[in-house]
């Protein structure tokens, strides 16, 4: 893992409660993406219990992934090309208005998983995401993801159920 | 919840593990899906910690109950269309090829999630299911899987790490 923060680890406290992604959800997954040159890379070890047909990883979490690292890619990426930074202000946070995920071959349950994201389109509040996702050095699936910036206005609803 | 199987009931023991859908995953979401005339129907109730922006439904989730939904509501068509029960001998058990949500507005978490799948395409081992998921009698998500039978001669891998 990187010797820096994560995208995720500067999302506001607010708003990083996400099962897929936010760091003050301890039930969730906590993925942690990275830049890689041109490319976001993260790594994530699937639990024993994350299977689809057995010895397999579960489709589910594999959508998740790309999902959750594609609206990080997204925040990150914007942050970049206004040419300031992730935890400056007003926030960057993303969220899904489109995933498309291609599974193309199953993907082994074991070994660590890197989900690659690659920036396809930056337009306005819109971020376009291309996604892979791979084990053991192979291509299992390959996902697109539309991100839409959340308005500067938006507020997380009252009586925050998800808090730890 | 209908007074009769599931969908997922039916499916073979080495094929019920699944982490959205399996009965047989006790770490899972082990969702149930029903017909409803010439719909399926499935009711989910996310847990507190299934949050995406605080207040609202992890859009991953929704993605893994429209996925599970699809591939059962796909195996039960196809049984239908062979005119034989969905757990006669060989077994109808589909995996997902594709899968593609559009995230319409946020889901209110807190309430009961009703998934809907319609057959849209069924030919050879392929099935295309349609899909919304609705939080207070309005939909907030709309999905499409493409889901594709197991061949035959499959067996699940050796070492299964996914057992209880």
Redesign the interface.
């Known amino acids: 893992m990187p010797d820096e923060p994560a995208f995720q680890d500067l999302y506001p406290d607010?708003?990083a409660?996400?099962?897929?992604c936010?760091r003050l959800?301890?039930?969730?997954h906590r993925i942690r993406s990275f830049w890689d040159g041109e490319e976001s890379v993260c790594s994530f070890t699937p639990?024993?219990?994350?299977?689809?047909?057995?010895?397999?990883v579960?489709?589910?979490?594999i959508?998740?992934l790309i999902?959750?690292h594609s609206t990080g890619t997204a925040a990150a990426a914007a942050a970049r090309a206004e040419g300031r930074a992730l935890d400056s202000n007003p926030p960057f946070?993303y969220?899904?208005?489109?995933?498309?995920?291609?599974?193309l071959r199953?993907t082994p349950?074991?070994p660590p998983l890197t989900v690659r994201g690659r920036v396809k389109e930056i337009r306005g509040r819109k971020v376009v995401v291309e996604a892979t996702l791979s084990a053991l050095g192979e291509v299992c699936a390959r996902g697109e993801v539309v991100a839409v910036r959340?308005p500067d206005t938006?507020r997380?609803?009252?009586?925050?159920?998800?808090?730890p």
């Open positions: 607010d708003v409660r996400c099962f897929g936010g959800n301890p039930h969730g639990e024993p219990y994350h299977t689809a047909i057995p010895g397999f579960y489709g589910g979490l959508a998740s999902d959750c946070r969220v899904t208005a489109s995933l498309h995920v291609d599974y199953p349950l074991g959340l938006f997380p609803r009252a009586g925050d159920v998800s808090a």
